[in-house]
């Protein structure tokens, strides 16, 4: 049972008739999962590309109440499933008020909690924790220690009397405090070995344990974390006995697909105008230099290229819409071919070359060259264009760049063979983003001839 928000118990009593069930972090997640499940939603909505690799297997580990440690490389969204983990969590729960580890009314695991309790009985007050408060998250860094995760000894609390058997003397770190909740841990290799070493207690045994003080908590925490694949940092490494004591391991990956791309920049790029639009040709053509990227040679394959590029890329495109749109007074701002230019800058800064024959500005737009072509091919490829090339080559045709797309439309009219070529290539493309894309295409294949100087692109012998 769940009451009404409005309307919550303030102690033991109230909650007692209330009829509350209390359940384990373990089941709450199950309970959802396959809630979910039952009404054919997915587990964790927003994960494009991972309906047939990953969320099948992470479906099976929440409902085997497994812990679960996540690898993969940079931008292939693993914090996003970590904190999407997080939103399976029950709204509310109850916990005693005061409690240092919002212990459950029900089962305390503190001395002092439990005689407390014991003392005030229906009279114990009580809070309610947020979904938001269960789940934490730590970055893992070189400077983490043992005070940060499980907790520390507290000088003041011994002098006062305490001993050191007793919990009162600790001062508990992220990990205890996560109990009846969620611990997450990014980037986990990159923690210092004697401090994963002093995590694995805590995944098995449930213990914590400071400086040789081992207290028995009974911690329900479920523990998640994400790393890079063992050989792609040189910052630190797993170690075999703490990756041993997660149930499940999931290994992310790219998206597969030039559609799944796109799906993910359409839901993670932000913008600067919802007003902005993007032909889906740009999109794919984004998409295709990304996986061209991936597959390169010369890019590092151990630090991967980052899906964050193709969103990075989109929202470049966009805001290259968006000045082109202020400084003409357009009132709907239209993206063209052309501005995927302006996304070089944003790319390149996503990946990294395993040698210095070239800069990464220089590789991207090879790549981008690359990806024309194949977008020329995939979409264009099945036309004849010798009466376009013919008719350019006849009248070089002159483009300004930087003008509004709309001034495509008398350049159309006046070149027949280049508006039969273009005309509706399966979609409802911008014929002038088509027709950018026929010429660049043709360029890059070396069909046609191209000279530009300053904003003005001229086609043709």
Not at 281 to 299: K, M, N, S, Y
Not at 315 to 337: C, D, M, N, Q, Y
Not at 392 to 404: F, G, K, Q, Y
Request: charged share 25%; aromatic share 4%.
């Amino acid at each position: 049972m769940r009451a009404p928000t409005d309307d919550l118990p303030r102690t033991l009593g109230d909650l007692e008739r209330l009829g509350w069930q209390p359940r384990s972090v373990r089941e709450e997640l199950r309970d959802q999962v396959l809630e979910r499940v039952r009404r054919g939603q997915p587990v964790l909505p927003g994960l494009v590309g991972y309906e047939e690799t990953v969320l099948p297997e992470l479906t099976l580990a929440l409902v085997s109440g497994h812990d679960v440690i996540v690898l993969g490389e940079r931008g292939q969204g693993k914090t996003r499933i970590l904190r999407s983990i997080g939103e399976l969590l029950d709204p509310e729960v109850p916990a005693v008020e005061g409690s240092p580890l919002n212990e459950d009314p029900w089962s305390p695991i503190l001395p002092a909690t439990r005689a407390r309790v014991a003392e005030l009985g229906a009279r114990t007050p009580i809070h309610w924790v947020a979904r938001r408060a269960r789940y934490n998250e730590k970055l893992a860094t070189p400077d983490t220690t043992i005070a940060d995760l499980v907790g520390e000894v507290d000088p003041i609390r011994v002098a006062q009397g305490h001993t050191l058997d007793d919990p009162e003397v600790i001062t508990f770190g992220l990990l205890a405090r996560s109990h009846r909740g969620i611990f997450a841990v990014n980037e986990l290799p990159d923690l210092p070995e004697r401090i994963q070493v002093g995590l694995l207690d805590a995944l098995e045994e449930r213990d914590v344990q400071v400086r040789g003080v081992r207290l028995r908590l009974a911690l329900d925490v479920v523990v998640l974390a994400s790393a890079n694949p063992e050989d792609y940092t040189a910052r630190g490494r797993l170690i075999t006995p703490l990756k041993d004591r997660f149930g499940t391991q999931l290994r992310t990956h790219y998206p597969v697909s030039v559609d799944d791309e796109v799906a993910i920049m359409h839901q993670e790029a932000r913008l600067p105008d919802a007003s902005i639009q993007i032909s889906r040709l740009i999109d794919e053509l984004v998409a295709t230099l990304a996986h061209f990227a991936r597959r390169h040679p010369a890019i590092s394959h151990y630090s991967g290229v980052s899906v964050r590029g193709s969103i990075a890329a989109r929202e470049s495109i966009a805001a290259a819409a968006l000045v082109r749109a202020v400084r003409h007074g357009e009132r709907v701002p239209k993206a063209r071919l052309y501005d995927a230019h302006a996304a070089i800058a944003a790319f390149a800064g996503k990946i990294e070359l395993e040698t210095p024959d070239t800069t990464e500005r220089e590789l991207v737009t090879q790549l981008l060259s690359q990806a024309v072509v194949a977008l020329y091919r995939e979409h264009l490829g099945h036309r004849d264009p010798t009466a376009l090339i013919e008719e350019t080559n006849a009248r070089p045709l002159s483009v300004d760049t930087e003008a509004p797309l709309a001034s495509w439309a008398p350049l159309l009219e006046a070149r027949p063979a280049l508006a039969e070529f273009v005309a509706t290539p399966g979609g409802n493309a911008e014929p002038g983003v088509v027709a950018e894309l026929a010429l660049e295409g043709l360029v890059a294949m070396r069909r046609l001839g191209k000279q530009e100087a300053g904003r003005s692109a001229r086609y043709g012998s």
